[in-house]
Every structure is written in structure tokens, then in C-alpha cells.
């Protein structure tokens, strides 16, 4: 049977419109307040169209925060490891602690902890490729000498970014962003190569 292309359209856009009211109302009125039957009435469906797609409310908003982020968190090469650290850690930042983002970011995590397979969806979908990413630029650094080889590029990941999340949910706000730059420059303090180093 040939499928209907008009069904598809509208369930697209069902979709797209569930998606939109996730990220809209967790934005505004944070992770807790936010539920199930209000994503459905903002986004004009029935709370069985988002159960066909999604099994909670946490799955919904990791869904619609991924596509917010989308590759805003792409790790630049330009040559120059301090600056593309500074960059980076600093678009993080203030999409984590003071973005639209953060109550969505905060409130999947803070639900995954009492659900694995949601934590599994966070870890696979948002953790893991920023990961790589982050650890395949300090690998090319490490290559061209700009840092330690002595150190393991994950433990190089967590000094620069176990700050953030630290800052995030304990609500540091503005100033946690203003600082980002200074993280790098200190973390980098014990991560550039020892002149005495053989």
C-alpha cells in the first residue's frame, strides 16, 4: 500500500508542533511544572499522539532539546587550543546556565536519574558525540604540542567541563559565564607542556 503523503505531512507536523510545546513551556515554567497534558493542549493534539512517539515527558524534551541545540555546540579548529577551548566552554556556558536550554537540560538530567533508559537516551544523544568531538580537538592539540601527552584526553575533558555542570545546577547564573573564559586559562595552567619535559 502506498503511503498516504498527506497523513505523513500532518503527522510531521503533529510532531513538530509537540516538540515546539516541550521546549516552549519547560522554558518558561521549568521541567517540574510541565506536563504531559499540557505539551498536548499547547501543541492542539491528544495525549495519545505523544505516547505513540515518545514514553514520558522526559523523552519528549530530551527530543526537542537535542533539535534546539542542534550543532551549536561544535567544537572549532582553528590551530589554536586556548582560543578554540575559550570559545567553546564560553557558548556552553551560556547556553547551559542562562539559555533557553538550561531548564530543559537540568530537568532531563535531574529525571534520568531515576530512569535508565532515559539516561541512556541523555548519555547516547547529548553526552556521548559532544564528547568526542571535545576529546578528537584535544587530541590534535596534544598532537601538535599544544598539550601534555602525560595526561589522558578524558581526564583533560572533565577539568574543562565538570566546572560547567557544577555552575549549572547550582544555579551560578551570569557570573558562572563570565568566568568560563578564566576556566580555560587556569585548567590550562597544568595542561600545557613542561619546559623541562623530555
Not at 1 to 12: L, V, Y
Not at 170 to 189: C, I, K, N, T
Amino acid at each position: 500500500m502506498t503511503p498516504d503523503p498527506n497523513r505523513e505531512r500532518r503527522s510531521e507536523r503533529a510532531r513538530r508542533a509537540i516538540l515546539d510545546a516541550a521546549f516552549d513551556l519547560v522554558s518558561r515554567k521549568g521541567f517540574a511544572k510541565v506536563t504531559i497534558e499540557a505539551i498536548a493542549a499547547q501543541a492542539g493534539v491528544g495525549k495519545p499522539t505523544i505516547y505513540r512517539w515518545w514514553r514520558s515527558k522526559g523523552a519528549v524534551v530530551l527530543e526537542a532539546m537535542n533539535e534546539e541545540l542542534g550543532d551549536d555546540f561544535a567544537f572549532p579548529d582553528t590551530g589554536d587550543i586556548a582560543a578554540d577551548l575559550g570559545a567553546q566552554i564560553t557558548a556552553v556556558s551560556r547556553r547551559l546556565i542562562t539559555g533557553r536550554i538550561s531548564e530543559s537540560f537540568r530537568g532531563v538530567l535531574g529525571e534520568a536519574q531515576n530512569d535508565p533508559e532515559l539516561m541512556k537516551a541523555f548519555r547516547e544523544t547529548v553526552l556521548e558525540p559532544s564528547i568526542a568531538e571535545c576529546r578528537a580537538r584535544l587530541d590534535s592539540a596534544v598532537a601538535a604540542g599544544q598539550l601534555r601527552s602525560d595526561v589522558p584526553t578524558d581526564v583533560m575533558v572533565d577539568l574543562f567541563y565538570a566546572p560547567i555542570h557544577y555552575r549549572h545546577f547550582l544555579g551560578f547564573g551570569d557570573e558562572a559565564v563570565r568566568h568560563s573564559a578564566d576556566l580555560v586559562q587556569d585548567v590550562l595552567l597544568g595542561l600545557r607542556p613542561r619546559p623541562d619535559a623530555e
